[in-house]
């Protein structure tokens, strides 16, 4: 299906990309987060639950010395005050950059996609992915981030900014464009002729898919359709928040440019305050405030990411989430229906043509 399950880090996981997988659409494993070997127990996990298409993600920032963190801590110390705790001693683990270590992994469990987010990583580390196999997917915010990628990716996402979590811009800094208008212009670039572009951003149901598609690209990538979904690793908090919350573009949580939406530290402070330290330095001193608020039902200081079409999907009040599974099967035969095809799995559907097993991947 011309369906990508977004990696979603600490929303998503093995259930949700195997599920996916069953589904039809292609699985995503965030791996930013995670040691390689991690990775590779849960690729196992994936393999031994789905048989399908798998992408890896993972991020191509540059760890700098750790910045001054005054302002910030003294910025937040209301807040330790009111849930009576500090910053931790030994701060969780930050968000890391692909590197030697996970390109071994990626080597040796030879995943079918493998894709960066904020640029891509040295050419070293890249010519080796390609030689495991993968195809490469790169992430463009701009037409201009597009066209950089073109020679050096087999597929591009275009990233709106309606799109939930992290905007992965690298080149000029944060310049947003809208997915519809992002999409066609990559799709009529005469520069990108066969590369084709994955929309992402503000898509959740099969009317977003047939539009994206129509508009020249080849599949669409769906992140916050699936935080509703039953295999969801968020909490019920940001279950809740998802119905009605209104979203905003934030670098409180990681110090990076994010969709997500509005909680208690937002409303004090604002979606985007200087004192907090660059990508991905600011989380560690939210640490201790997230445990707390957290373990008492609350997402005060949390993260809550999502896309601007967040309230699409959600489970009407009472229901249950759907699987991931049936979710995936259900916007496909919804998409069908819309595009005037047969859902027939027997063999390549005339959408999979327009998508990313374009050249027999």
Request: proline fraction near 8%; aromatic fraction near 6%.
């Amino acid at each position: 299906m011309p369906i990508i399950q977004a990696p979603m880090a600490g929303a998503s996981g093995v259930a949700l990309a195997a599920a996916a997988i069953r589904g039809g659409a292609v699985g995503s494993l965030p791996c930013a987060m995670l040691t390689p070997d991690q990775v590779r127990e849960q690729i196992a996990q994936v393999r031994a639950q789905a048989d399908g298409p798998l992408n890896l993600n993972f991020f191509c920032h540059h760890l700098d010395d750790a910045p001054d963190e005054t302002a910030w801590r003294a910025l937040l110390q209301p807040f330790y005050d009111k849930e009576c705790v500090g910053p931790l001693a030994t701060p969780p683990p930050l968000r890391a950059p692909f590197d030697e270590a996970m390109c071994a992994v990626v080597e040796e469990l030879r995943p079918e996609l493998v894709s960066f987010h904020f640029g891509l990583p040295y050419p070293a580390l890249l010519d080796r992915v390609r030689r495991a196999g993968a195809l490469i997917v790169g992430n463009a915010t701009t037409r201009a981030e597009a066209n950089f990628l073109t020679d050096h990716v087999d597929l591009v996402i275009a990233q709106g900014f309606e799109a939930g979590g992290h905007a992965g811009y690298f080149l000029d800094g944060y310049r947003p464009e809208g997915t519809l208008a992002l999409v066609r212009q990559v799709a009529l670039d005469a520069d990108l002729p066969l590369v084709p572009a994955i929309a992402a951003g503000g898509i959740a149901d099969a009317a977003g898919i047939a539009a994206a598609l129509q508009l020249g690209a080849g599949a669409v990538q769906l992140g916050t359709a699936y935080l509703h979904t039953a295999e969801a690793t968020i909490s019920s908090a940001h279950r809740a928040a998802l119905r009605t919350g209104e979203t905003v573009v934030t670098n409180l949580f990681s110090g990076g440019l994010a969709r997500g939406i509005r909680n208690a530290l937002i409303d004090a402070i604002g979606p985007v305050h200087p004192a907090a330290p660059r990508f991905p330095y600011a989380s560690a001193a939210l640490a201790e405030l997230r445990r707390v608020a957290e373990a008492d039902g609350r997402g005060d200081y949390s993260p809550l990411w999502a896309g601007q079409a967040a309230s699409l999907g959600a489970p009407l009040p009472g229901q249950p989430p759907e699987g991931a599974q049936a979710l995936t099967e259900r916007l496909a035969r919804e998409l069908f229906e819309l595009l005037g095809e047969s859902d027939d799995r027997s063999g390549p559907h005339p959408s999979v043509k327009r998508q990313l097993y374009l050249d027999g991947a």
